[in-house]
């Protein structure tokens, strides 16, 4: 059991424990150099700003500020910090105290709204047969029922009058050659996406007119272009350019003869 002088003279030790504890941390404070500190901001839409380069003239110091637009750098009333960053103002400010300090700078080139343009040529041959679909849904519609078999759930099999018309109708032949040609297209732009001018160019060397002879003479088929791998795929062009090099006029049209 403890005595009660034993737990006071516990309790004084802790006590002074501490404030040795709080009186050392103040000393460690009081030597290390003095730091002023802020947050950066645009002017104009009050965003914080990063990476701007804050120098002290006084002492020689320079550091730029984080992500979140704050910057701490030694400094003590009286010194001059020069704020810089492109296509910013430099502002110059004097250090009264230690209080963290706000900065706005002035924006010099006026920055424009985003502007999103949508390039059909930009989508990827998926996203691109997806939009002919959406465009040209009536073709997709009740004009693409081919079924000329109806089979219910229940009763007898019976036939399918919109497959008939669909079939023999104008409207329905009309419907079935434009998903052709869509699907044609879709094709065409998967052998484009990856049988590309820069990676071409890339594995050939080739350049200029050169290179659009080589591509359109040695255009791959869509089955070879979906099931290669890319190994296969380049060694592929990389024999197809020794053989165009070998006799480049190969596969070449002859020019029409004119006729007088």
Known sequence: MIK???WFTFSNMKKAGLLLFFI????????????????VFDEGSKDRIAKVNVI????????YNNLNGVYTIDAEPGDALVFRKADYRSD????????????YMHRISIQLPEVIVHDSS????????????????????????????????VGMPGLGIDALY???????KDAAKLREMIASDYRQDVIDSRFNRALVARVTGLKDKQLTDFMQK?????????????????ASIKT???????NPKAYSLQPLSSSN
């Not at 030597?31 to 947050?39: F, H, L, N, P």
């Not at 004097?94 to 300090?101: A, E, F, G």
């Not at 040695?218 to 380049?234: D, L, M, N, Q």
């Open 4 to 6: 009660r002088g034993q």
């Open 24 to 39: 050392a941390f103040a000393l460690r404070g009081f030597s290390q150099e003095k730091t002023v500190a802020g947050i």
């Open 56 to 63: 002290n003239l006084n002492n020689g110091k320079s550091v």
């Open 92 to 103: 110059t400010i004097t250090v009264q105290s230690y209080i963290p300090l706000a900065i």
């Open 122 to 153: 930009m989508l990827n041959p998926q996203k691109r047969l997806v939009r002919a679909k959406a465009e040209n849904s009536k073709a997709y519609g009740s004009l693409a029922n081919r079924d000329v078999l109806n089979i219910p759930t």
């Open 166 to 172: 669909n079939i023999f109708s104008r409207e329905g």
């Open 218 to 234: 040695y255009r791959p088929g869509y089955y070879f272009v979906i099931k290669a791998t890319e190994y296969e795929f380049i």
């Open 240 to 246: 197809n350019v020794r053989r165009y090099l070998r």
